[in-house]
């Protein structure tokens, strides 16, 4: 089984529709994120967590709203899909560790494509 | 505010040509991270390198060689005689390492450069 484990994979929905997405990690990391891949533009912050308690914006939160369930699960939802947010979706997680934050290196999911109709 | 730039959107080359994939980067940190990571025809991330920013050494591993420079703000990877199975986008990333402007722990990555290698 891989390490982060994102569901769906792939999801097509219509305009208007509430969507969750979810991920998974068996790492025992304590932190999680949720990132978005758009062509052209790369990969984009949309929340980020350190901790169970712990939930932070990071650069395109509008539309997304995010859950930490446990330490091992964060999920993703859009509570009115629209258009423009179909795109590939990417959970990651990383250590807290004894390195300095920046350096931990994140270990991502295979992603879930999301189409928004 | 962090940002890499990443000028090269797409390279084609031929099999066992060596390339280069530009990453210029912008930080206000004084210690900071650089990596790179490879997203196949899969769609996965894969990690290649992390690079400290007080340690300005050439990496090289295998096909794989990475200049660290400073001076212009720059993290060049090179693979040497190319292969098909390089075929991939590549993403330069940059975190910071600042509680206080929000820096540390996330990555802020470039937008991409897809390499297209043929035979």
């Known amino acids: 089984d891989a390490d982060v484990t994102q569901t769906p994979r792939n999801r097509i929905t219509k305009t208007g529709k509430r969507i969750m997405l979810e991920c998974s990690q068996t790492?025992?990391?304590?932190?999680m994120y949720w990132y978005r891949q758009d062509p052209g533009l790369g990969l984009r912050l949309i929340y980020y967590?350190?901790?169970?308690?712990?939930?932070n914006k990071g650069e395109i939160s509008d539309g997304y709203s995010v859950s930490r369930q446990a330490q091992a699960k964060f999920s993703l939802s859009l509570e009115s899909a629209i258009p423009n947010q179909t795109a590939l979706y990417f959970c990651?997680?990383?250590?807290?560790?004894?390195?300095?934050?920046?350096?931990?290196?994140?270990?991502f999911g295979a992603g879930s494509r999301l189409t928004v109709l | 505010a962090q940002k890499v730039t990443q000028a090269q959107t797409e390279i084609s080359v031929v099999e066992k040509e060596d390339v280069t994939l530009d990453c210029v980067y912008e930080?206000?940190?004084?210690?900071?991270?650089l990596f790179w990571y490879k997203q196949p025809p899969s769609g996965e991330l894969v990690f290649l390198i992390r690079?400290?920013?007080?340690?300005?050494q050439n990496e090289i591993s295998g096909r794989y060689s990475w200049n660290f420079q400073k001076s212009t703000s720059s993290f060049n990877f090179t693979i040497t005689a190319s292969q098909v199975v390089d075929s991939a986008v590549y993403f330069c990333?940059?975190?910071?390492?600042?509680?206080?402007?929000?820096?540390?722990?996330?990555?802020?990555f470039g937008t991409g450069t897809r390499l297209q290698v043929t035979l």
């Open positions: 990333a940059l975190s910071g390492n600042s509680i206080n402007t929000g820096t540390a722990s996330k990555l802020t």
């Open positions: 930080t206000r940190d004084t210690t900071y991270y």
């Open positions: 690079r400290n920013s007080f340690d300005e």
């Open positions: 967590s350190f901790d169970v308690k712990d939930i």
């Open positions: 790492k025992g990391h304590d932190r």
């Open positions: 990651a997680t990383s250590e807290k560790g004894q390195l300095p934050s920046g350096a931990n290196v994140l270990t």
